[in-house]
């Protein structure tokens, strides 16, 4: 990575501390330093309660971190006057682990809804669904409601609506997790062959190894030591 | 978002939880119905009572409840208080103050169509809106001696009677023993649009004549008999109060102002009317409250899915359209519904009553009968609104909301 240009994705001095409902703070997620660029794929990795979650949350500016800063082209994410709705809405894709679709609306209508949501022009966002529907093997039950479906084919309808809006970047919390190995790695190489294609940064939280094999960079992160409960934190406000 | 996805994506969340929607929609309908009912109920029986009244600017009577001379002179209903003698009403008929009097006996019936003994007079007085000849014969003609009866239009409907058919009446309001003579159909009026409708006309002499009759002494003279109330147009409008006078300190007699009973009648009426509407209101807000209480449980239920959509990116306040949206539209549903509903029991109700007292209860709708479906709908929505507002949209602990 050349050191001169503006890095896509630059995270510093990241630090996220949730309040209990005994007024304390527990640490979530502790990160020092992370540089990644358009069109990478990248593992977060780490035991459950390392703080993956938090982290996706935190890129896709749902929380406001306790401390740090999150550089996106060098703009802050949470600076004053950027709106966080715009952000995702037009800049971020998001993949679940389960529960990805609105129950009550067909396969389709989800990827329009999503791009509708992102503002992409009606017949754009249905020629997209079209060759997306296509491509993911899911023309045949576009029609249907989530609940008809498999799991492998609700995670392939949701990768679908991550990437109907040609989003800069892509957070995939442990996408797989719930699919068997077979699924698991034909959604895996959807999403990964998709963001690829349109040089979008992909960042998948897994604590699989035979997905972390895939990846050309992993980040692992720690269990944060428990926190000492003291003044100097500063209080964690989530974003609204 | 546009407003059509925003409309429609709201339709789809009421459309796939029918149960709830469609309880709720009932829930207001039921209580909107009952509002539209009793307010077009009470305005009916009022407006009915005015016109009723109308022809009616003094009536003399026996000493009694002037509520009760009301009821059976301008309404036809329940049984007379007293009578007055012949004599009152010749009285009368000479004084130089009474422009027309008209005598009324009561008392007979055919099939439930009250008979009222009168005389010729009645066809002067004048009533209705806009005003015309009260009692006006519409087929065939006047009765011009005894025995001989002209049907009011519903009384023709009810009693199956033709101009020529004979019949005999029965003492009593409603049935009763069966008096010895007959009387001949000669002539049908026009519609009075009020309870003389359902009236049956004989000359008085004829009502006095069926029950000497009874007597079976038939050679018995023509007896002056009485005369249950006498209709009064006084000649001038200071002419009424010099009566009132005449008849304040009188024993048996008494003149009433059939217009000011009603007016106490209607507050009489009121008071009523104030008591049910509290009931109404009541019924109304309990109705609201489970309204807002169902969207605020669909409004919980789908606390992930906002959660999704937002963090797909659609803002708080398209979400809480959104939800909005489904709240006023449940609302909007049920007080159209509620509306329809209680216009279609007031006609139904209307129908019945009309019948019965043909007193005309064809009020025109106006705007305030919609005031409780509008109220609700008002505060329907802004309680959707609030419920929508406080739902906890940022948090992304909903994410994970199974
Ligand atoms: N909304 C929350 N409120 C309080 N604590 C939380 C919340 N979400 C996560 N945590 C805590 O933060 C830590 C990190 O959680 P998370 O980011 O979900 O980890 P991971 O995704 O790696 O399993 C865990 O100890 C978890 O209990
Ligand atoms: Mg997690």
Redesign the pocket.
């Known amino acids: 990575m050349n050191a001169f240009v503006t890095p896509f994705l630059e995270i510093k001095e990241l630090r996220h501390d949730?309040r209990?409902p005994d007024g304390s703070y527990?640490q979530?997620?502790r990160l020092d330093h992370l540089l990644a660029a358009r069109g990478e794929a990248l593992a977060v990795t780490?035991p459950?309660?390392?703080?993956?979650?938090?982290?996706l949350h935190i890129l896709a500016a749902l929380i406001r971190p306790t401390c740090g800063e999150v550089l996106f082209d060098g703009h802050d994410l949470f600076a004053a006057g950027h709106s966080a709705a715009r952000w995702r809405s037009l800049s971020v894709g998001y993949v679940f682990q389960e529960m990805n679709l609105l129950p009550d609306f067909s396969v389709l209508e989800n990827l329009l809804l999503a791009a509708e949501i992102s503002s992409v022009p009606k017949s754009d966002a249905g020629e997209r669904a079209d060759s997306l529907l296509h491509r993911l093997d899911l023309w045949d039950h576009r029609y249907s409601r989530p609940s008809e479906l498999s799991l492998g084919e609700q995670q392939r309808t949701a990768v679908a609506r991550a990437v109907i809006h040609s989003p800069a970047v892509v957070l995939a919390d442990e996408p797989t997790a719930s699919l068997d190995a077979e699924n698991a790695g034909v959604v895996m190489d959807l999403l990964m062959g998709l963001c690829a294609e349109s040089q979008t940064l992909l960042i998948a939280?897994t604590h699989d190894e035979a997905m972390k094999k895939r990846f050309e960079r992993v980040v692992n992160?720690r269990r944060p030591v428990p926190a000492a409960v003291g003044p100097e934190l500063v209080s964690s406000r989530e974003v609204i | 978002m546009r407003l059509g996805v925003k409309v429609r994506v709201s339709l789809r969340h009421l459309s796939s939880r029918p149960f709830q929607t469609i309880s709720a929609v009932f829930v207001v309908a039921l209580s909107s119905a009952l509002a539209v009912m009793l307010f077009l109920l009470a305005q009916g029986l009022r407006d009915g009572l005015i016109r009723a009244v109308e022809p009616f600017d003094l009536i003399v009577g026996a000493k009694g409840s002037p509520y009760q001379i009301v009821l059976n002179t301008v309404l036809l209903q329940d049984v007379p208080v007293g009578n007055l003698k012949w004599s009152d009403y010749v009285s009368l008929r000479e004084d130089p103050r009474v422009d027309i009097s008209v005598p009324l006996a009561f008392g007979d019936n055919y099939r439930g169509c009250p008979v009222v003994g009168t005389a010729e007079d009645i066809l002067r007085i004048r009533g209705g809106q806009p005003v015309q000849q009260w009692i006006d014969v519409a087929e065939g003609r006047w009765f011009d001696k005894e025995f001989e009866a002209v049907l009011g239009a519903q009384a023709a409907l009810e009693s199956g009677l033709l101009i020529g058919d004979t019949f005999r009446t029965s003492h009593g309001v409603v049935l009763g023993e069966e008096h010895d003579v007959s009387f001949e159909v000669v002539g049908v009026a026009a519609r009075a649009f009020g309870p003389y409708d359902r009236a049956i006309f004989v000359s008085i002499e004829s009502v006095w004549e069926s029950h000497d009759h009874d007597d079976d002494d038939g050679e018995e003279e023509k007896d002056e008999g009485e005369v249950t109330a006498i209709l009064v147009r006084p000649a001038t409008y200071p002419d009424a109060y010099s009566l009132a006078v005449s008849f304040q300190h009188d024993t048996e007699r008494q003149l009433v102002f059939p217009a000011q009973t009603a007016i106490r009648l209607f507050s009489l009426m009121g008071s009523g009317e104030r008591f049910l509407s509290i009931i109404v209101y009541s019924v109304a807000a309990c109705s609201l409250l489970t309204t807002l209480l169902v969207l605020y449980w669909s409004n919980r239920d789908r606390r992930r899915e906002r959660a999704l959509l937002y963090a797909l990116g659609a803002p708080r306040g398209t979400l809480v359209t959104i939800s909005w949206i489904e709240g006023t539209f449940t609302l909007a549903i049920g007080a159209l519904i509620g509306e329809l509903l209680g216009r279609a029991g007031v006609y139904a109700a209307f129908h019945l009553l009309g019948d019965a007292t043909a007193i005309d209860l064809s009020a025109p709708m106006t705007i305030h009968e919609a005031v409780i479906p509008i109220i609700m709908l008002a505060a329907g929505s802004f309680g959707g609104f609030l419920i929508a507002l406080s739902e906890r949209t940022g948090d992304?602990?909903s994410l994970k909301i199974r």
């Open positions: 949730y209990q527990a979530a997620l780490g459950s309660g390392s703080g993956k979650t938090t982290l939280a992160l | 992304s602990a």
